[in-house]
Nanobody, 125 residues
Framework: QVQLVESGGGLVQAGASLTLSCTAS????????MGWFRQAPGKEREFVAA???????????NYADSVKGRFTISRDNAKNTVLLQMNKLKPEDTAVYYC???????????????WGQGTQVTVSS
């Protein structure tokens, strides 16, 4: 049974930093791409960042325009963990953040077959 467990959310002020962590179990972590999505109240779940499997040239990453330059996604295959380092947080970053696992990087929710339960990030102004 595949499980994804997020942690690291919280309440911070605008301009602060947070690092979200997602630990996976149940299948070979290194074989799968990982993604982060978020969902604010009353809005659809949206893509934040994704990272591919690691190959001979390293791992590819992709970011939503709204977080590019502020957020960094990384993975540690030895720890079955994907991180989302979030800097210069803004009130509009407030949402529940979800990690997801899939066979390839995708900006669509349909590109992932397993999801975590989410962790709340609240940024006050």
């Amino acid at each position: 049974q595949v499980q994804l467990v997020e942690s690291g959310g919280g309440l911070v002020q605008a301009g602060a930093s947070l690092t979200l962590s997602c630990t996976a179990s149940g299948r070979t972590f290194s074989n799968y791409a990982m993604g982060w999505f978020r969902q604010a109240p009353g809005k659809e779940r949206e893509f934040v960042a994704a990272i591919s499997r690691i190959n001979w040239s390293g791992a590819r990453t992709n970011y939503a325009d709204s977080v590019k330059g502020r957020f960094t996604i990384s993975r540690d295959n030895a720890k079955n963990t994907v991180l989302l380092q979030m800097n210069k947080l803004k009130p509009e970053d407030t949402a529940v953040y979800y990690c997801a696992s899939g066979t390839a990087m995708s900006v669509a929710t349909t590109g992932y077959d397993y999801w975590g339960q989410g962790t709340q990030v609240t940024v006050s102004s």
